[in-house]
Protein backbone atom coordinates (compact mmCIF):
# COMPACT_ATOMS: atom_id res chain seq x y z
CA UNK A 1 0.00 0.00 0.00
CA UNK A 2 2.80 2.73 -0.95
CA UNK A 3 0.74 5.69 -1.33
CA UNK A 4 1.70 8.55 -3.22
CA UNK A 5 5.49 7.58 -4.43
CA UNK A 6 8.17 10.29 -5.52
CA UNK A 7 11.25 10.18 -7.53
CA UNK A 8 14.16 11.03 -7.22
CA UNK A 9 14.37 11.78 -3.04
CA UNK A 10 17.15 14.20 -4.00
CA UNK A 11 18.55 15.93 -7.03
CA UNK A 12 21.30 18.13 -7.78
CA UNK A 13 21.00 20.13 -10.97
CA UNK A 14 23.31 22.55 -12.47
CA UNK A 15 21.71 25.96 -13.93
CA UNK A 16 20.31 25.95 -17.25
CA UNK A 17 20.14 21.47 -16.54
CA UNK A 18 16.35 20.64 -17.17
CA UNK A 19 14.81 17.23 -15.05
CA UNK A 20 11.54 15.26 -14.55
CA UNK A 21 10.23 14.88 -11.23
CA UNK A 22 7.94 11.86 -11.43
CA UNK A 23 5.29 11.04 -9.02
CA UNK A 24 2.42 7.85 -8.86
CA UNK A 25 -0.24 7.29 -6.75
CA UNK A 26 -2.10 3.85 -6.33
CA UNK A 27 -5.35 4.98 -4.73
CA UNK A 28 -7.07 5.51 -7.84
CA UNK A 29 -7.54 8.83 -6.93
CA UNK A 30 -9.07 11.48 -9.63
CA UNK A 31 -7.09 14.54 -8.48
CA UNK A 32 -3.12 15.27 -8.55
CA UNK A 33 -1.09 18.26 -7.31
CA UNK A 34 2.27 19.70 -7.34
CA UNK A 35 3.73 22.31 -4.54
CA UNK A 36 6.93 23.46 -3.59
CA UNK A 37 7.89 24.08 -0.07
CA UNK A 38 10.40 26.88 0.71
CA UNK A 39 11.43 28.11 4.03
CA UNK A 40 8.83 30.70 5.72
CA UNK A 41 6.53 30.34 2.74
CA UNK A 42 4.67 26.92 3.77
CA UNK A 43 3.13 25.03 0.48
CA UNK A 44 2.54 26.62 -2.85
CA UNK A 45 0.82 25.21 -5.53
CA UNK A 46 2.17 25.00 -8.81
CA UNK A 47 0.40 22.87 -10.96
CA UNK A 48 -2.69 20.57 -10.55
CA UNK A 49 -5.11 17.68 -12.42
CA UNK A 50 -8.75 17.71 -12.08
CA UNK A 51 -8.91 14.53 -13.75
CA UNK A 52 -6.85 12.31 -16.08
CA UNK A 53 -6.34 14.75 -19.49
CA UNK A 54 -6.77 18.00 -17.55
CA UNK A 55 -4.39 20.09 -15.92
CA UNK A 56 -4.26 24.10 -14.54
CA UNK A 57 -1.90 26.29 -13.62
CA UNK A 58 -1.49 26.92 -9.60
CA UNK A 59 -0.23 29.72 -7.68
CA UNK A 60 3.86 29.50 -9.00
CA UNK A 61 3.29 27.63 -11.76
CA UNK A 62 6.34 29.71 -14.19
CA UNK A 63 9.24 27.75 -14.92
CA UNK A 64 7.52 24.15 -14.65
CA UNK A 65 4.93 22.41 -16.81
CA UNK A 66 3.40 19.05 -16.05
CA UNK A 67 2.21 16.24 -17.87
CA UNK A 68 -0.89 13.73 -16.70
CA UNK A 69 0.24 10.80 -18.02
CA UNK A 70 -2.44 8.51 -17.23
CA UNK A 71 -4.75 8.34 -13.95
CA UNK A 72 -1.77 7.02 -11.97
CA UNK A 73 0.86 9.65 -12.93
CA UNK A 74 1.53 13.17 -13.02
CA UNK A 75 5.13 14.59 -13.77
CA UNK A 76 6.37 18.22 -13.48
CA UNK A 77 9.53 18.95 -15.61
CA UNK A 78 11.97 21.83 -15.06
CA UNK A 79 13.34 22.99 -18.96
CA UNK A 80 15.97 25.32 -17.45
CA UNK A 81 16.41 25.09 -13.65
CA UNK A 82 17.61 27.92 -12.07
CA UNK A 83 18.91 29.00 -8.31
CA UNK A 84 15.09 30.21 -7.62
CA UNK A 85 13.49 26.76 -8.13
CA UNK A 86 15.95 25.15 -5.26
CA UNK A 87 13.76 23.99 -2.81
CA UNK A 88 11.55 20.88 -2.15
CA UNK A 89 8.75 19.33 -3.84
CA UNK A 90 5.83 17.73 -2.97
CA UNK A 91 2.96 15.58 -4.74
CA UNK A 92 -0.23 14.86 -3.40
CA UNK A 93 -3.33 13.20 -4.40
CA UNK A 94 -6.79 13.45 -3.91
CA UNK A 95 -10.35 11.28 -4.26
CA UNK A 96 -11.55 14.74 -6.24
CA UNK A 97 -10.99 17.98 -6.60
CA UNK A 98 -13.26 19.22 -3.51
CA UNK A 99 -11.54 19.67 -0.78
CA UNK A 100 -13.40 17.75 1.37
CA UNK A 101 -10.86 14.67 2.15
CA UNK A 102 -7.77 16.17 2.31
CA UNK A 103 -4.56 15.35 0.53
CA UNK A 104 -2.06 12.54 0.42
CA UNK A 105 1.21 13.25 0.01
CA UNK A 106 4.36 12.17 -1.00
CA UNK A 107 8.01 11.77 1.25
CA UNK A 108 8.98 15.10 -1.19
CA UNK A 109 12.12 15.55 -3.82
CA UNK A 110 14.58 18.28 -2.56
CA UNK A 111 16.22 19.83 -5.22
CA UNK A 112 19.24 21.66 -5.37
CA UNK A 113 20.57 24.52 -8.56
CA UNK A 114 23.42 25.27 -8.41
CA UNK B 1 -9.99 35.61 -1.14
CA UNK B 2 -9.48 32.76 0.64
CA UNK B 3 -7.14 32.46 3.42
CA UNK B 4 -5.14 30.53 6.79
CA UNK B 5 -3.57 31.94 9.31
CA UNK B 6 -1.13 30.20 11.41
CA UNK B 7 -0.15 33.34 13.88
CA UNK B 8 3.01 31.54 15.71
CA UNK B 9 6.01 30.37 13.38
CA UNK B 10 8.13 28.67 16.07
CA UNK B 11 6.68 27.10 19.43
CA UNK B 12 8.41 25.46 22.08
CA UNK B 13 6.54 23.54 24.89
CA UNK B 14 8.40 21.47 27.89
CA UNK B 15 7.72 17.62 27.32
CA UNK B 16 4.73 16.56 29.36
CA UNK B 17 3.07 20.03 29.22
CA UNK B 18 0.02 21.07 27.31
CA UNK B 19 0.10 22.62 23.80
CA UNK B 20 -2.50 24.46 21.74
CA UNK B 21 -1.47 25.27 17.92
CA UNK B 22 -3.57 28.27 16.64
CA UNK B 23 -5.03 28.39 13.15
CA UNK B 24 -7.90 31.12 11.72
CA UNK B 25 -9.55 30.62 8.38
CA UNK B 26 -10.67 33.35 5.68
CA UNK B 27 -13.69 31.82 3.86
CA UNK B 28 -17.10 32.19 2.85
CA UNK B 29 -18.68 29.14 3.31
CA UNK B 30 -19.12 26.20 5.76
CA UNK B 31 -15.17 25.19 5.19
CA UNK B 32 -13.48 22.03 5.75
CA UNK B 33 -10.80 22.14 7.89
CA UNK B 34 -7.66 20.06 8.32
CA UNK B 35 -4.17 19.85 10.53
CA UNK B 36 -1.33 18.31 8.85
CA UNK B 37 2.20 16.97 10.35
CA UNK B 38 5.20 16.82 8.72
CA UNK B 39 8.13 15.40 10.74
CA UNK B 40 11.57 16.23 9.38
CA UNK B 41 12.64 14.85 6.17
CA UNK B 42 9.06 13.66 5.82
CA UNK B 43 5.66 14.58 3.93
CA UNK B 44 2.91 15.32 5.48
CA UNK B 45 0.28 13.55 7.14
CA UNK B 46 -3.05 14.57 7.95
CA UNK B 47 -3.58 14.23 12.24
CA UNK B 48 -7.65 15.15 11.87
CA UNK B 49 -10.31 16.77 9.89
CA UNK B 50 -13.59 18.36 10.35
CA UNK B 51 -16.23 18.46 7.68
CA UNK B 52 -19.55 19.38 9.91
CA UNK B 53 -21.02 18.48 13.31
CA UNK B 54 -19.76 17.90 16.60
CA UNK B 55 -17.37 20.93 16.95
CA UNK B 56 -14.61 19.01 18.68
CA UNK B 57 -12.70 16.36 16.30
CA UNK B 58 -9.91 13.53 17.91
CA UNK B 59 -7.12 12.85 15.66
CA UNK B 60 -4.35 10.52 15.60
CA UNK B 61 -1.54 10.92 18.10
CA UNK B 62 -3.96 11.93 20.80
CA UNK B 63 -4.64 15.32 19.23
CA UNK B 64 -7.73 17.19 18.91
CA UNK B 65 -8.67 20.18 17.41
CA UNK B 66 -11.95 22.26 18.24
CA UNK B 67 -14.30 24.47 15.17
CA UNK B 68 -15.38 27.44 16.54
CA UNK B 69 -17.17 29.42 13.42
CA UNK B 70 -17.92 32.47 15.58
CA UNK B 71 -13.98 32.82 15.64
CA UNK B 72 -13.29 31.41 12.16
CA UNK B 73 -10.38 29.54 14.11
CA UNK B 74 -10.04 25.41 14.36
CA UNK B 75 -7.03 25.58 16.95
CA UNK B 76 -4.69 22.41 17.59
CA UNK B 77 -4.47 20.76 20.95
CA UNK B 78 -2.81 17.88 23.12
CA UNK B 79 -3.30 17.26 26.90
CA UNK B 80 1.02 16.46 26.96
CA UNK B 81 3.35 16.69 24.42
CA UNK B 82 5.56 14.28 24.20
CA UNK B 83 9.30 14.37 22.52
CA UNK B 84 8.33 12.79 19.18
CA UNK B 85 5.67 14.94 18.78
CA UNK B 86 8.77 17.77 17.78
CA UNK B 87 7.58 18.88 14.04
CA UNK B 88 5.93 21.51 11.83
CA UNK B 89 2.16 21.87 12.19
CA UNK B 90 0.16 23.26 9.07
CA UNK B 91 -3.05 24.02 9.62
CA UNK B 92 -5.29 24.04 5.77
CA UNK B 93 -9.13 24.45 4.22
CA UNK B 94 -10.52 22.95 1.82
CA UNK B 95 -12.93 24.16 -1.18
CA UNK B 96 -15.24 22.53 -3.20
CA UNK B 97 -13.50 24.06 -6.31
CA UNK B 98 -10.30 24.81 -7.93
CA UNK B 99 -8.95 27.32 -8.38
CA UNK B 100 -5.23 29.17 -8.04
CA UNK B 101 -4.20 28.03 -4.41
CA UNK B 102 -6.24 24.54 -5.46
CA UNK B 103 -8.93 23.41 -3.48
CA UNK B 104 -6.73 23.27 -0.36
CA UNK B 105 -4.94 26.23 1.09
CA UNK B 106 -2.13 25.93 3.75
CA UNK B 107 -1.20 27.98 6.37
CA UNK B 108 2.48 28.89 6.25
CA UNK B 109 3.26 26.16 9.41
CA UNK B 110 4.16 26.20 12.70
CA UNK B 111 7.80 24.09 13.91
CA UNK B 112 6.92 22.63 17.22
CA UNK B 113 10.18 22.40 19.54
CA UNK B 114 10.44 20.05 22.91
CA UNK B 115 12.10 20.59 25.58
CA UNK B 116 13.09 17.46 27.71
Known amino acids: NAGVTQTPKFQVLKTGQSMTLQCAQDMNHNSMYWYRQDPGMGLRLIYYSASEGTTDKGEVPNGYNVSRLNKREFSLRLESAAPSQTSVYFC?????????????FGSGTRLTVV | AQSVTQPDIHITVSEGASLELRCNYS??????LFWYVQSPGQGLQLLLK??????LVQGIKGFEAEFKRSQSSFNLRKPSVHWSDAAEYFCAVGMNYGGSQGNLIFGKGTKLSVKP
Open chain 2, 27 to 32: YGATPY
Open chain 2, 50 to 55: YFSGDT
Open chain 1, 92 to 104: ASSEHLRGDYGYT
